[in-house]
């Protein structure tokens, strides 16, 4: 799910990832327990070293901050629009360019749209187009996209530690309480999920591609493209007929939907359904180097 690429010392890093510690020593581990992190820098707090880069990858933006040990944030957020066409290379380029103005870290987490397995991509539904979401498919960039090893990539271009899961997954690490059976819905370009039981992130599947409603996918009928174009009404319905089928076939004891479409949804889902903060695609990146929340 998550692959750690230590060695990168032939790279020169970038700003963001100036030394904090020696690019020799072991990888730097969180805390047995990590605290809930917090979305906004915490006046008067004194950061605690190991210091995370955390990268959300969106398909219409892409976010950053540094959190320290305790899952504070020690600086704001940088955001940026995604551009398209996005080959890997134009990926790495602007997220160095993202990352270049905040403090250093130790080790970087990121967050993809897509499926990941060890650091490799294996799926990349926005970046294969040409113009974004929803448009025409480019073979050429399918072939670059696929087993594209984002994590290594990212590590020789930041000299630092990188991790990378899926998008829901991170965002998942960040809230969930670690009681039985967890899922956390993502709702933004696309539809992403994550299970976790007893605090454990499961072996991710993407749901999103999966038949939901008429033949279609989850994606296909409750993205951001299904909502502009039925209007909010319809696509709430869609998003709580999602909600129960998800009920009904895994019995969850709770389900966490974030996003930034979550805060377009009217009204209750039920008592075992919160909504959360869209900064969790950011937060949950300190939980990535946690153990004790991440099966590998």
């Not at 087993?147 to 590590?155: N, S, V, Y």
Request: net charge positive; glycine share 10%.
């Amino acid at each position: 799910m998550s692959d750690t690429h230590p060695s990168a010392a032939s790279a020169a890093p970038a700003a963001s990832a100036a030394p904090a510690a020696s690019a020799a020593s072991t990888t730097p581990q969180a805390p047995a327990t990590t605290p809930a992190p917090t979305s906004t820098p915490v006046p008067g707090h004194k950061p605690q070293a190991p210091f995370t880069l955390a990268i959300d990858i969106g398909g219409t933006g892409l976010k950053a901050s540094v959190l320290d040990a305790t899952g504070a944030m020690v600086a704001d957020r940088v955001v940026v629009k995604t551009t398209y066409p996005c080959p890997p290379s134009k990926m790495i380029d602007d997220l160095a360019a993202l990352v270049a103005p905040l403090p250093p870290a130790d080790r970087v987490s990121a967050g993809f749209p897509g499926m990941v397995r060890n650091g490799l991509v294996l799926s990349a539904p926005h970046f294969v187009t040409l113009h974004g979401p929803g448009t025409t498919i480019d073979p050429g960039l399918v072939k670059q996209w696929a087993a594209f090893d984002l994590a290594g990539a990212l590590a020789a271009r930041l000299g630092k530690p990188t991790r990378v899961a899926n998008d829901a997954d991170i965002q998942g690490a960040a809230v969930v309480k670690g009681k039985g059976l967890e899922l956390v819905i993502t709702l933004g370009t696309g539809v992403g999920t994550a299970f976790f039981y007893d605090g454990r992130l499961l072996p991710h599947l993407e749901f999103a591609h999966h038949p939901f409603l008429k033949g279609d996918t989850y994606n296909e009928q409750i993205g951001d493209a299904a909502r502009k174009e039925i209007g909010n009404q319809r696509w709430n319905k869609r998003v709580r007929k999602a909600v129960a089928t998800f009920r009904a076939l895994s019995f969850f004891d709770h389900c966490y939907i974030g996003g930034g479409n979550a805060k377009k949804i009217h009204g209750t889902l039920g008592s075992d359904v919160s909504m959360v903060d869209n900064a969790a695609g950011i937060l949950g990146g300190i939980r990535l180097w946690d153990e004790s929340h991440i099966a590998v």
